[in-house]
């Protein structure tokens, strides 16, 4: 399909709002008359509360409340279930615990909520937190994943026998069986660590209920509006009509802002309800390092089994999973990591058996990536190793490997987060490879370039590392698309927006439909009275699920404009263009009317609407696939590293990214420079220090190492493109793609620096401390 | 993530400064550049009663030769002493010092005084100053006094200040001939502070042997480490690759004190700390022979 508008590299329409200052974020929403709120926080990480003493906090003037969970009553509850374990999976084992609103009885991680301060500024309402006197019993704390399995291990949850969040099992074939015809079976044991997604906004809440209205509008920095809507009405006994969400401009998500219904979503409108004054609440950094999810801190036994040649027969894998204190979104980030275990491999037998656990830690839900790192990284990792066991090319063994482009769709016969049958789409790997190698100039490197560097002292790599990402799934999202009387277009959808370029993006695609500029195109992302059914931003879905339901809406207006059309100018539709905003004959470009005209037409003041038909050049649609689509990118690194300082410098970074058809390729690339610095930080910098009483020792980020421009290589990006079967846009995700491998590249690409080392890399993140105690560790042992 | 309540002042001479400190005693801290002194109070990790802020304070800000070296005031903002071409020409260790220490937008705020008086033991300005023998002019409403940087730095954030006391000051002598000078640090990025550092400085003589050296470290004990040992090794001899390994080693092993914390062990930060005083002393004393 060739397209006018779709694929352009069409400069991002909300920039100039944004770059002036312009663009609404919470932070910048003021009302009259409006409260502030600070949070009294516990400091442990597991401790009975034994008493709280408000009563100085509420002495200071200025302040207007002090709310604890005895004050809530019957109101007071855990947050909803957001995601059940898949319902098709059997004997699955899974303790549903949510956070709450305020801490009853006993805290289950640091940064949980005792205590609410409302008062007239944000400094009044801190100064009254620091005069709340608590009284605690430490509890020791639950840190580590497979301690906390033991018999008589401390219990984060009294009310459960056992800190096993989950367990089950998914199987493939026999890998029993494969293993005994296996020529080389290896297995490692992988750790990978916890990090932040450390969005450069925090959250932020403004809540503010209308008593005469009987109205509550809340502003939340959120991915998620509609289900936070639903919610809260559920929760407040409001109807949904009641309630408006909105996310306006959100200074990243990253996954921790999805429908997490955190503590202070629930209370925060709970108490403008009791005050009838609008509350706000802006988080800040430290709170963000207690307070918001992370992700990624797992243990994995991982067996391969291969012939002599490199084919793999099979992998097993045991693995635990750190869910933190709760786990209200269910087996979401495992179930990727065990769907992407097997990478883009046509593996017949796979066996994986997923332990998840509770500990005194910050909340795990998904973050940019979402548990698909984890299943490249070891799957990766194995095969660097098994190449290097079997003597081959590790490029080779890749090859060997991938699923063929005839083999698609390719039924995993899994299930996957989306509780549907792990398929992949469509793909076309080994061409997408051979272009990475090539970027990178891979032969060349080997044979003479990284020769030459050692021989001048220096220590230079390469890695190169595939990846799939599962993306684009369901439930679904819907938009509304109008032609106003002006001529320009109204459009909205339920997703919101936290830096996707949704407004540019689906601008783009009804400017395709309708023939308009794109500057013509107004659209709304994220609040709820303008679009109210959907579910969110996340999973890499924008682009596809709201994308195209943006086209179908968008295509259903341009059917409405045609008919219109063709009764005006008295022409046939197939004989009608739309181009500039107007409808015309195709060879008398005399004859023609403008889309405004029509609208006009459409929506007549006098005369009625005909049985059957409705006012307007609008339409609304929904779109929900029945599986996702599948991606499918490369990353390749060089990398020096001095093995003195043990400092590491990437002097090269390529990536061939295959995302379907691209609606706009600055977007596609802006994503990916985006998620390969979060993959960086994976990688090098970025770990949360959780110590032996569950204590964060980075709190802050001055220890809490996010790369930065200074930190980034240039990265040079090549787009391949195998549309989705399965969506009319042929869109794939490629919001969390930039993440996904990077540790990976950068495991293989240091070992490749170090060969003489003959290093062996199972962990991440890698500091220089780290790579030097390996290293001295290599030393003593030798 | 507010501060504590606190008095706020603007003083427009030191006079004035010197009045408010005299009242307010151990309750006042002055503001600078507030690069440090501000987020600490955001944590409400410290909660001065009375805050002396001397931005308003008008002729601070010079820098200038005096007699063999140069002189400069108190709020110097980084950026100005890394553009100046006095300090360039005049103390090139101190130029070169200049874009290591944290990022450009704390550099444009953030002031030479205010950084000494801080006395961070990670700060480069504290062990290059200490490195290049500076010395400190401090008022109170008593009067003046100089100090030398050896004396000056005292201990963890600690100087010779007393409540009442306020820098005014900073004086860094010209090296003599022959000298060479480096300093070399390692950061996990480049504005984080150094896991550690080094600052040399080398002198020779008209027979290329060693008249004098300094080593001091960053981010290795409470305040600057000076290793003096290392430097007795040094002192008299012909530089060699092997004196400078047996002085790195003597340096990194015997004489610093470094800390264990997230980003590095001691024992990562003792290795470290050995490469570094290598590649410090070989390039102090290329830049020492060659004259500069």
């Known amino acids: 399909m060739t397209y006018k508008v779709i694929g352009k590299r069409v400069k991002r329409v909300e920039d100039p709002r944004l770059l002036t200052g312009q663009a609404l974020f919470v932070g910048d929403v003021s009302l009259p008359g409006m409260l502030y709120a600070a949070f009294f926080r516990s400091d442990y990480a597991h401790a009975k509360v034994i008493s709280i003493d408000i009563s100085q906090a509420l002495e200071i003037p200025g302040v207007v409340g002090v709310y604890t969970a005895e004050d809530m009553g019957d109101d007071w509850e855990p947050g909803p279930p957001l995601v059940s374990p898949p319902p098709t999976l059997e004997n699955v084992v899974f303790n549903s615990r949510r956070q709450v609103p305020l801490v009853k009885g006993k805290v289950k991680h640091a940064g949980e909520i005792i205590a609410v301060v409302i008062a007239e500024s944000r400094y009044i309402a801190e100064d009254a937190a620091e005069e709340i006197l608590v009284e605690f019993e430490p509890l020791p704390a639950v840190v580590d994943l497979e301690k906390c399995l033991e018999p008589g291990s401390v219990l984060v ?13 998914q199987n493939k074939g026999d890998y029993e069986g494969a293993r005994k015809e296996a020529d080389l079976v290896i297995s490692r044991r992988f750790h990978l660590d916890r990090g932040a997604a450390a969005a450069l906004e925090n959250r932020g809440i403004v809540a503010d209920w209308d008593e005469k209205n009987q109205h509550l509008t809340v502003w939340d920095a959120t991915q998620s509006p509609i289900p936070i809507r639903n919610g809260l009405a559920a929760r407040l006994g409001l109807r949904t009509h009641q309630v408006r969400v909105v996310a306006p401009f959100v200074g990243g998500g990253f996954g921790p802002k999805i429908m997490m219904f955190y503590a202070e979503e629930m209370v925060l409108p709970w108490i403008s309800m009791k005050l009838g004054k609008p509350i706000k609440w802006i988080e800040d950094r430290r709170e963000n390092f207690y307070a918001t999810t992370q992700e990624r801190e797992q243990i994995h036994d991982v067996e391969m089994a291969l012939s002599k040649e490199g084919h793999i027969l099979g992998i097993k894998q045991k693995f635990i999973h750190d869910t933190g204190a709760f786990n209200p979104y269910g087996l979401t980030t495992p179930l990727n990591t065990q769907s992407h275990s097997m990478g883009g491999y046509d593996v017949q037998n796979y066996y994986s058996d997923l332990t998840v656990v509770f500990t005194n830690k910050t909340i795990v839900t998904p973050v940019r990536g979402a548990g698909r790192p984890q299943g490249i990284y070891i799957v990766e990792r194995m095969l660097d190793i098994a190449a290097r066991e079997l003597e081959l090319d590790p490029m080779e063994v890749r090859r060997l490997n991938f699923i063929p482009p005839d083999a698609f769709p390719y039924d995993h016969e899994i299930i996957d987060q989306a509780f549907a049958t792990l398929i992949f789409d469509s793909g076309n790997y080994e061409p997408a490879f051979d ?3 090539e970027m990178l100039g891979y032969e060349d490197f080997i044979k003479n370039e990284q020769p030459r560097l050692r021989a001048e002292g220096k220590y230079v790599g390469i890695g190169i590392v595939p990846f799939v990402e599962t993306t684009g799934v369901g439930p ?7 032609v106003e009387p002006s001529g320009k277009i109204s459009a909205a959808t339920g997703v919101g927006t936290q830096g996707q370029s949704h407004m540019t993006a689906f601008a783009q695609v009804i400017a395709e439909q309708l023939g308009v500029e794109v500057s013509d195109v107004s659209m709304v992302t994220g609040d709820t009275a303008e679009f109210h059914w959907g579910t969110g931003t996340f999973a890499s879905r924008g682009a596809v699920v709201a994308g195209n339901a943006v086209n179908a809406a968008a295509g259903d207006v341009r059917l409405k404009v045609l008919k219109l059309a063709s009764k005006i100018l008295e022409t046939p539709e197939e004989e009608l263009v739309l181009e500039d905003g107007m409808v015309r004959v195709a060879d008398k470009p005399d004859q023609s009317i403008s889309l405004g005209e029509l609208a006009l037409l459409a929506n007549p003041l006098r005369g009625a609407v005909e049985p059957g038909t409705e006012p307007g050049l609008e339409s609304t649609k929904y779109f929900g696939p029945a599986f996702g689509a599948t991606a499918f990118g490369v990353h390749g690194m060089i990398l020096e590293v001095d093995p003195e300082t043990m400092m590491i410098n990437i002097r090269k970074y390529i990536t061939v990214e295959d995302c379907g058809t691209m609606i706009n390729p600055l977007v596609v690339e802006g994503q990916i420079h985006g998620g390969v610095s979060m993959g960086i930080g994976n990688a090098y910098y970025e770990k949360l220090h959780y110590d032996e009483n569950a204590q964060l020792l980075n709190a802050s980020l001055a220890d809490y190492l996010i790369p930065g421009s200074t930190e980034m290589p240039h990265i040079e990006v090549h787009h391949a493109n195998t549309p989705a079967p399965n969506n009319e846009l042929g869109t794939k995700g490629v919001g969390e793609a930039g993440a996904i491998p990077v540790p990976a590249v950068f495991a293989q690409a240091l070992e490749n ?6 290093l062996e890399i199972l962990e991440t993140p890698l500091s220089p401390n780290r790579l030097y105690e390996l290293l001295q560790k290599k030393e003593d042992n030798s | 993530m507010k501060p504590a309540p606190f008095e706020y002042y603007a003083p427009t001479s030191v006079s004035e400064v010197l009045e408010l400190l005299n009242e307010h005693g151990y309750d006042a801290k002055i503001l600078a550049g507030g690069q440090s002194l501000i987020p600490m109070m955001n944590f409400r990790l410290v909660q001065p009663a009375v805050l002396v802020d001397i931005n308003k304070i008008p002729n601070l800000s010079y820098i200038k030769t005096h007699e063999n070296g140069i002189r ?20 090139p260790l101190l130029h070169e010092t200049m874009p290591q220490i944290a990022t450009i937008q704390i550099r444009n705020r953030g002031t030479i005084g205010g950084s000494l008086a801080h006395a961070d033991a990670s700060a480069e300005l504290v062990a290059v100053t200490t490195a290049l023998e500076a010395r400190f002019k401090i008022q109170n409403l ?16 600690m100087t010779s200040l007393e409540p009442e006391d306020m820098l005014v000051e900073i004086e860094i002598p010209d090296l003599p001939a022959r000298s060479g000078w480096s300093l070399k640090e390692v950061a996990r990025r480049p504005h984080d502070f150094a896991l550690i550092g080094v600052a040399a400085v080398l002198t020779l003589d008209k027979k290329d042997r060693c008249q004098s050296a300094k080593l001091v470290y960053l981010s290795a004990g409470d305040g600057p480490l000076v290793a003096e040992e290392a430097a007795v090794l040094l002192q008299g001899q012909k530089i060699s690759e092997d004196l400078i390994i047996a002085a790195a080693e003597k340096a990194a092993t015997e004489e610093i004190d470094p800390g264990n914390d997230i980003h590095a062990t001691a024992d990562f930060r003792r290795h470290l700390a050995n490469v570094l005083t290598r590649r410090a002393l070989a390039e102090a004393y290329q830049r020492a022979k060659g004259g500069k």
């Open chain 1, 157 to 169: 949850h009294d009310d459960l026998d056992t800190n096993l969040a989950a367990h089950l099992i």
């Open chain 1, 435 to 437: 272009k990475a190698l």
């Open chain 1, 476 to 482: 679904y999202e819907g938009a509304r698309v109008s």
């Open chain 1, 753 to 758: 620096a170090l060969h003489d080392y003959d």
């Open chain 2, 72 to 91: 400069l005031g108190a709020m110097v903002r980084h950026t100005q002493a890394e553009r100046d071409s006095l300090i360039k020409e005049r103390v």
């Open chain 2, 142 to 157: 008593e009067g003046e006094r100089w100090v030398p940087a050896s004396e000056f730095f005292v201990g963890l954030l």
